[in-house]
């Protein structure tokens, strides 16, 4: 099994939080509120610069590490 790049997880965390939320992004239970972001970047995947700076830090907590971007 050869790794996979930031980029991947950061869109399978994404598709695993809508799987678990019915697609729902928007409201209380949403998975944009699942993974602590505004509902509109998670629609558009507009995900660069700061956005993507604090889901690779919450991808670090996620995986147990002691790490911190």
């Known amino acids: 099994m050869s790794p996979i790049s930031f980029d991947q997880m950061v869109t399978i965390h994404l598709k695993k939080a809508l799987a678990m939320t019915g697609g729902k992004i928007y409201g209380k239970g949403g998975a944009a509120e699942i993974l602590g972001m505004k509902p509109t970047t998670l629609q558009s995947k507009a995900i660069g610069g700061k956005e993507y700076t ?3 830090r919450i991808f ?3 995986q ?3 790490f911190y971007a």
């Open 54 to 56: 604090r889901l690779r």
């Open 60 to 62: 670090i907590r996620i």
């Open 64 to 66: 147990g590490g002691l």
